[in-house]
T-cell receptor, first 112, second 114 residues
Framework: EPEVTQTPSHQVTQMGQEVILRCVPISNHLYFYWYRQILGQKVEFLVSFYNNEISEKSEIFDDQFSVERPDGSNFTLKIRSTKLEDSAMYFC??????????FGSGTRLTVV | GDSVTQMEGPVTLSEEAFLTINCTYTATGYPSLFWYVQYPGEGLQLLLKATKADDKGSNKGFEATYRKETTSFHLEKGSVQVSDSAVYFCALSSMNTGFQKLVFGTGTRLLVSP
């Protein structure tokens, strides 16, 4: 069964550093998403991406965050200057039609 | 805004016990409702869904009924197995132009012992 692949599974970074989380969506999918879960809290929508542009972003997704689909296969989330409160599990998801997701297994980001 | 509330965990059961995980929601309009499951080290997997009032979603012995009058979507299973140990997330979709955005609850960890 096709999978959404996220790398790395766990990343530790120092506060203030830039970090890039990588995702390989399912190859024929057109809609891409990032969600995050701070430990013990809700899974929260960050951003959706379609046709090479952001469709919608949450208020969490401020100027420190950006997304890119650089080469037609990868979908990346960049955090420019990480803060302690960015520590969370980040989930990538993709969808062929915009309805019905396939999620990746997540990247646990720890900011120290 | 839309929100989902689910019971705190962990829920600890013995094998073959009956499972209920409560979920209630607040939403404008008529959302679709979902249960997702996350097994250790894996991603979020869709377990079941219901798209309108009184629909029952079911999969792998799990069931949930969309109750509009009580704004609930409780997850049930008649006889749990050790392999059901996982984190269960209730979610709703808030409809937006062109795509579906999910609003999740905090998740409930289920631990099943032999």
């Amino acid at each position: 069964e096709p999978e959404v692949t996220q790398t790395p599974s766990h990343q530790v970074t120092q506060m203030g550093q830039e970090v890039i989380l990588r995702c390989v969506p399912i190859s024929n999918h057109l809609y891409f998403y990032w969600y995050r879960q701070i430990l013990g809290q809700k899974v929260e929508f960050l951003v959706s991406f379609y046709n090479n542009e952001i469709s919608e972003k949450s208020e969490i997704f401020d100027d420190q965050f950006s997304v890119e689909r650089p080469d037609g296969s990868n979908f990346t989330l960049k955090i420019r200057s990480t803060k302690l409160e960015d520590s969370a599990m980040y989930f990538c998801a993709s969808s062929q039609t915009g309805y019905g997701y396939t999620f990746g297994s997540g990247t646990r980001l720890t900011v120290v | 805004g839309d929100s989902v509330t689910q019971m705190e965990g962990p829920v600890t059961l013995s094998e073959e016990a009956f499972l209920t995980i409560n979920c209630t929601y607040t939403a404008t309009g008529y959302p679709s409702l979902f249960w997702y499951v996350q097994y250790p080290g894996e991603g979020l997997q869709l377990l079941l869904k219901a798209t309108k009032a009184d629909d029952k979603g079911s999969n792998k012995g799990f069931e949930a009924t969309y109750r509009k009058e009580t704004t609930s979507f409780h997850l049930e299973k008649g006889s749990v197995q050790v392999s059901d140990s996982a984190v269960y997330f209730c979610a709703l979709s808030s409809m937006n132009t062109g795509f579906q955005k999910l609003v999740f609850g905090t998740g409930t960890r289920l631990l099943v012992s032999p």
